[in-house]
């Protein structure tokens, strides 16, 4: 009998790229998959080929929402797992239920931590973290097959739970990349991803004062939003910044593609950025366009392996203009060679191979 993979999230499930390139590439090997997520903010109408079910939670904040999501997974899991299912946790915030039922059922689980939950920087000093690291600690060194996001973040967990997790990168598939690199007027500086602190993204907003001829588009949303678009219109540089929302993946691949210059100058705001590789990176490489990164580990590690593009020496907005200023006067052919050795390495087609091995040693519970 083919065994069942029920794969859950606290997520809309709608952007989230991760999450949908595991799924297609279980699906694709024949494994019969079914996804749970929740509608927490917003559940845009999306098709996959497996069937999906996103939570209606009636929770007004957060906190709440990550309590009522763990007691309905548990109830939905309760339902749906059978002596013949392998569940696949996604993140410290969904991991309790998961781990509840394979321990009910003894049944295979696998948890895939895309971060260090526990070291968010949302969470600072905040009680609810004392929660997650309490609920981290009880977990985490039980479970058997665990994979995580960066080389750091699976140092991180092994140094503090003598756990070995599988890194499976959040790289994007390989694209046939034949356009034409276009002769952009104003050159285009290109953000993408969650608009949170510590994403170092008012930095580069108020490093538009020192560049002449260059554009900053935002694509994504976040709690920081209004903020920023505050300081845009405090700093009159509403000619220099434009806000483009949160897109779906298929039309942020568009604009990436297009861009003369990525950004991925995450602050050090707690360990789980600190060690991150984040998707911004990879995606840039995938669609060969140059980035500024932060001089943090992951990127730093990038950056040595290959001449993809430049790390800030800080986060005063004039030395991020300087990197931006140094990697469009060198001009995005100029890194093509690098950026497609890179693509050539740093692509899903490479990692799902790790993703179902682990998928294939579960099974063997």
């Given at each position: 009998m083919k065994?069942?993979?029920?794969?859950?999230a606290?997520s809309?499930?709608y952007?989230?790229?991760?999450?949908?390139?595991?799924?297609?590439?279980?699906?694709?090997?024949?494994?019969?998959?079914?996804?749970?997520?929740?509608?927490w903010?917003?559940?845009?109408e999306?098709a996959?080929?497996?069937p999906?079910v996103?939570i209606?939670?009636?929770?007004?904040?957060?906190?709440?929402?990550?309590?009522?999501?763990n007691?309905?997974?548990?109830r939905?899991?309760?339902?749906?797992?059978?002596?013949?299912?392998?569940?696949?946790?996604n993140?410290l915030?969904?991991?309790?239920?998961?781990?509840?039922?394979s321990?009910k059922l003894?049944?295979?689980?696998?948890f895939?931590?895309?971060?260090?939950?526990?070291?968010?920087?949302?969470?600072?000093?905040?009680m609810?973290?004392k929660?997650w690291?309490?609920?981290?600690?009880?977990?985490?060194?039980?479970?058997?097959?665990?994979?995580?996001?960066?080389?750091?973040?699976a140092?991180?967990?092994?140094?503090?739970?003598e756990?070995?997790?599988?890194?499976?990168?959040n790289?994007?598939?390989?694209?046939?990349?034949?356009?034409e690199?276009p002769?952009?007027?104003?050159?285009?500086?290109?953000?993408?991803?969650?608009?949170?602190?510590?994403?170092?993204?008012?930095?580069?907003?108020?490093?538009?004062?020192?560049?002449?001829?260059?554009?900053?588009?935002?694509?994504?949303?976040?709690?920081?939003?209004?903020?920023?678009?505050?300081?845009?219109?405090?700093?009159?540089?509403?000619?220099?910044?434009?806000?483009?929302?949160?897109?779906?993946?298929d039309?942020?691949?568009?604009?990436?593609?297009?861009?003369?210059?990525g950004m991925?100058?995450?602050?050090?705001?707690?360990?789980s950025?600190f060690?991150s590789?984040?998707?911004?990176v990879?995606?840039?490489?995938?669609?060969?366009?140059?980035?500024?990164?932060?001089?943090?580990?992951?990127?730093?590690n990038?950056?040595?392996?290959?001449?993809?593009?430049?790390?800030?020496?800080?986060?005063?907005?004039?030395?991020?203009?300087?990197?931006?200023t140094?990697?469009l006067?060198?001009?995005r052919?100029?890194?093509?060679?690098?950026?497609?050795?890179?693509?050539d390495?740093?692509?899903?087609e490479?990692?799902?191979?790790?993703?179902?091995?682990?998928?294939?040693n579960?099974?063997?519970?």
């Open positions: 065994r069942k993979i029920i794969i859950s606290f809309n499930l952007t989230d790229q991760r999450i949908e390139k595991v799924c297609k590439t279980l699906h694709e090997n024949d494994y019969d998959i079914e996804l749970i997520g929740n509608d903010n917003g559940a845009e999306m996959r080929p497996y999906f996103r209606f939670l009636i929770s007004k904040s957060l906190k709440t929402a990550y309590f009522e999501f007691w309905q997974l548990y939905l899991l309760k339902q749906k797992a059978d002596n013949n299912t392998v569940l696949y946790a993140d915030d969904a991991l309790l239920p998961n781990y509840l039922i321990k003894n049944i295979p689980l696998i895939d931590s895309h971060e260090i939950f526990s070291e968010m920087p949302a969470i600072q000093g905040k609810s973290q929660l690291r309490f609920l981290e600690k009880k977990l985490v060194p039980n479970v058997r097959f665990m994979i995580t996001a960066s080389g750091s973040y140092n991180w967990f092994s140094k503090k739970y756990v070995s997790p599988v890194v499976l990168q790289a994007p598939r390989k694209i046939s990349f034949n356009i690199i002769e952009n007027n104003p050159k285009i500086l290109l953000y993408q991803g969650a608009i949170n602190p510590f994403r170092g993204i008012d930095k580069a907003i108020l490093a538009m004062h020192h560049l002449e001829n260059v554009i900053f588009k935002i694509a994504g949303d976040g709690p920081r939003k209004k903020e920023y678009e505050e300081l845009v219109i405090r700093e009159n540089l509403q000619r220099k910044v434009q806000f483009l929302g949160k897109l779906h993946p039309d942020l691949r568009k604009i990436t593609l297009v861009a003369d210059c991925s100058i995450e602050e050090n705001g707690g360990e950025y060690y590789l984040p998707n911004k990879l995606d840039c490489i995938q669609a060969r366009v140059p980035l500024i990164m932060a001089d943090l580990p992951e990127m730093k990038v950056k040595n392996q290959f001449d993809v593009g430049e790390i800030i020496e800080d986060h005063h907005p004039e030395n991020i203009a300087a990197a931006i140094k990697v006067n060198r001009g052919n100029n890194y093509l060679s690098e950026l497609s050795k890179a693509s390495i740093l692509c899903w490479r990692e799902e191979i790790k993703l179902l091995n682990v998928v294939e579960a099974l063997r519970f």
